[in-house]
């Protein structure tokens, strides 16, 4: 870890589901909350894997969140005493969340997002890629590729059973849908 004179400043935590990025998430905020800094923790809306109101790891473990629908609602929600800003699933915002985690860094608050790098394609999800350009200090977790043992670095969608095809819609009425840490060479994308 990097030690810096003045606060302020963007940490992004990406890999693939399961890779720990919530975990990561939730070590952070309470290291930070035991040296009795103010901490507000926000997710967007649209996730309710778990819950609506925390971040929870797969593992169990969870910090309680509050749900946002716009990025900009972060600015106002943010208190004058605030010292970190965490965020998790962050590439299910709009792309203004950039913006604001730069004007929270530059305003002297710790701003910690964590995210999918890559959606179930294997491309750049939302606003991620410009996160990673701009974050300061950027972990890239892996998870362990359910294949072959590997890292992995991908996620794969399946539709009963079966690998998602690359235009099949992202809501599925009706499929059973799951999702799996896979890594480059065991990810299947069928045009
Ligand atoms: P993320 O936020 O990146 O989806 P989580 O922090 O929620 O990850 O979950 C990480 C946990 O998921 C691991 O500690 C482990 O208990 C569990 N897990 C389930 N499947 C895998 C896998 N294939 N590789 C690694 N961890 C896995
Ligand atoms: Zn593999």
């Not at 969340?97 to 530059?106: F, G, K, R, T």
């Not at 200090?137 to 992995?152: D, E, F, R, S």
Request: with cysteine; proline share 5%.
């Amino acid at each position: 870890m990097f030690f810096y004179k003045r606060e302020g400043w963007i940490e992004y935590i990406c890999g693939s589901m399961f890779s720990g990025k919530s975990e990561e998430l939730i070590r952070r905020i309470k290291r930070a909350k035991y040296a009795k800094q103010k901490v507000q923790v926000f997710k967007p809306m649209i996730d309710n894997r778990y819950s609506e109101v925390a971040v929870v790891s797969h593992n169990g473990n969870q910090e309680e969140a509050e749900p946002i629908h716009y990025s900009s609602e972060i600015l106002k929600k943010v208190k004058d005493d605030t010292d970190v800003v965490a965020i998790d699933e962050v590439q299910f915002f709009d792309m203004g969340i950039v913006q604001v985690c730069e004007e929270l860094a530059n305003r002297g608050i710790r701003v910690i997002c964590a995210g999918l790098d890559l959606d179930f394609r294997g491309e750049p999800f939302g606003p991620s890629p410009l996160l990673l350009a701009k974050a300061e200090l950027v972990t890239k977790l892996q998870a362990i590729c359910v294949k072959c043992g590997n890292p992995a670095t991908r996620t794969q969608r399946l539709i009963d059973g079966k690998p998602a095809h690359y235009h099949d819609p992202v809501i599925m009425v009706g499929a059973s849908e799951r999702y799996e840490a896979r890594c480059r060479h065991c990810h299947e994308v069928p045009g």
